[in-house]
């Protein structure tokens, strides 16, 4: 079945730093890939997404591009602030008709330090 | 715009009772998942509610059942409840349509003594 692998946590920076959170994902077809973050006692809030192989998604200076080749949905952003200390989400969605069915990582912890 | 709300945020239930979790969509979201989320681990989906019914479902027991309404909002039921059922319950609603984004209410955190 589909799954995805996201790098173990906790993960620590300083603020300014550069920011890589790795995710791997299996899945059959053409999924289509997400990040969710989740602050502290919220739901998940949608961060960035991309439908097909190749597509970049980008939000709030996060970025991330669709690699069919390597199976990769790795999370970037060039300069963390203390703002973006949260727990971060890969999640997957099979194309076809299984909407709302999202397959998720665990979860990556961020924490930013001044 | 009121997005996705949940309630109650927090409950306490006793072993082998049953408990019934609430959610309201997003305005113009027709659908409604709900995932489980451990302690530290990312979310489960566990059912998909479109047009009242059930319409896809995850790895779990017949003991988790839902109910949709006509106004689209919805209920999670659990019987029998087991200490392992203590989780943050996720709600999410989103327009039909595989590429559409999830929207997630701030859940219920389901504590089973």
């Known amino acids: 079945g589909d799954s995805v692998t996201q790098m173990e946590g906790p993960v620590t920076l300083s603020e300014e730093a550069f920011l890589t959170i790795n995710c791997t994902y299996t899945a059959t077809g053409y999924p289509s890939l997400f990040w969710y973050v989740q602050y502290p006692g919220e739901g998940l809030q949608l961060l960035l997404k991309?439908?097909?192989?190749?597509d970049k998604g980008s939000n709030k200076g996060f970025e991330a591009t669709y690699r069919k080749e390597t199976t990769s949905f790795h999370l970037e952003k060039g300069s963390v602030q203390v703002s973006d200390s949260a727990v971060y989400f890969c999640?997957?969605?099979?194309?076809?008709?299984?909407?709302?069915?999202?397959?998720f990582g665990q979860g990556t912890i961020l924490t930013v330090h001044p | 715009d009121a997005g996705v709300t949940q309630s109650p945020t927090h409950l306490i239930k006793t072993r082998g009772q049953q408990v019934t979790l609430r959610c309201s969509p997003k305005s113009g979201h027709d659908t409604v998942s709900w995932y489980q989320q451990a302690l530290g681990q990312g979310p489960q989906f566990i059912f998909q509610y479109y047009e009242e019914e059930e319409r896809q479902r995850g790895n779990f027991p017949d003991r988790f059942s839902g109910h949709q309404f006509p106004n689209y909002s919805s209920e999670l039921n659990v019987n029998a409840l087991l200490l392992g059922d203590s989780a943050l319950y996720l709600c999410a609603s989103g327009p039909l349509g595989y590429n559409s984004p999830l929207h997630f209410g701030n859940g219920t955190r389901l504590t089973v003594t």
């Open positions: 999640a997957l969605s099979p194309g076809g008709t299984s909407y709302g069915k999202l397959t």
């Open positions: 991309a439908t097909k192989a190749d």
